[in-house]
Nanobody, 122 residues
Framework: EVQLVESGGGLVQPGGSLRLSCAAS????????MSWVRQAPGKALEWVSS????????RHRDSVKGRFTISRDNAKNTLYLQLNNLVTEDTAMYFC???????????????RGQGTQVTVSS
C-alpha cells in the first residue's frame, strides 16, 4: 500500500522560507516520478512541481519558478519541496503525490498524502 506522509508546513511571513518533506513507503520510491500539489481554501487542487525518478528532470508551475525547488533522496525514500520568497498566494495545503509512473507531467496525480498546511501571513 502506497503511503505518503508530509511534514514541514507552518506559519511564515511573506518573504520567508519553508522546507516540506514527504516520507514515502509501500512502493519502490526510486522507480517513479513524484510531485507536489496544493489546494488553497475554496479552490481546486493545482499541480506545483514534479521530479523524475532519478531527480535529474524537474518541472515547476510558472508562478513558483525561481522560488520553489523540488528534490528527492532515493536512499531515504523522501521527497522535498524548498519554498523561498513565499507570498500570501502560496497559502494552501500541500500534498505529496504520485501516479506510479515515470512521466514528469504537469498534472495532479491520483495518490496523495494527508497534506501539510502552509500559511503565509504577516
Amino acid at each position: 500500500e502506497v503511503q505518503l506522509v508530509e511534514s514541514g508546513g507552518g506559519l511564515v511571513q511573506p518573504g520567508g522560507s519553508l522546507r516540506l518533506s514527504c516520507a514515502a513507503s509501500g512502493f519502490t520510491f526510486g522507480s517513479y516520478s513524484m510531485s507536489w500539489v496544493r489546494q488553497a481554501p475554496g479552490k481546486a487542487l493545482e499541480w506545483v512541481s514534479s521530479i523524475s525518478s532519478t531527480g535529474i528532470f524537474t518541472r515547476h508551475r510558472d508562478s513558483v519558478k525561481g522560488r520553489f525547488t523540488i528534490s528527492r533522496d532515493n536512499a531515504k525514500n523522501t521527497l522535498y519541496l524548498q519554498l523561498n520568497n513565499l507570498v500570501t498566494e502560496d497559502t494552501a495545503m500541500y500534498f505529496c503525490a504520485t501516479d506510479l509512473s515515470t512521466a514528469v507531467r504537469a498534472v495532479v496525480p491520483g495518490t496523495r498524502g494527508q497534506g501539510t498546511q502552509v500559511t503565509v501571513s504577516s
